[in-house]
């Protein structure tokens, strides 16, 4: 079965490293699922689905712990966002278990590329710029007991 090659875009970067290293390993995941239902490997796919959904609860965690952290305003919108996102791959899980044995195998991966796609390129876009401005605010300066931008 073929299907068309997910690429990793430069845009999907947030510029933050250890958000990206979440994202690349969702992505990375997601590769992998495409693959094994190239290759027709039903197990491997049912795995990787499982460990989709565990990695993505555990990035949608440390996500908003960092957001919190860095005093990103809509930190609760965002997090409810990632609830309703968690549902939906909650359900996902559940339904692809099904549709792999159905032999429907596309529509989950469909479904898990849309779940990819509504993290990583839509909703966390909301806090792309915020993070960049953050970075070049606090990145430049040392530790030298002096705090905030303001002198
Ligand atoms: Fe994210
Ligand atoms: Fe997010």
Known sequence: MQIKKLEWLPS???GTEEI?????????IVVKIQEAIERDDLDTCSKLVENFVKTTKLHFEREIEFLARVGYEDVETHRKYH???????????????EEIHRGKIVDCYSDIVGLLIDDIVRGDLEFKSFLQEYQSSSSPKQDSGRQGPET
């Open 12 to 14: 999907f970067n947030i």
């Open 20 to 28: 990206d290293r979440d994202h690349r390993q969702i992505f990375d």
């Open 83 to 97: 609830e309703r996102l968690l549902s939906r791959a909650v359900k996902l899980e559940k339904n692809c278990y």
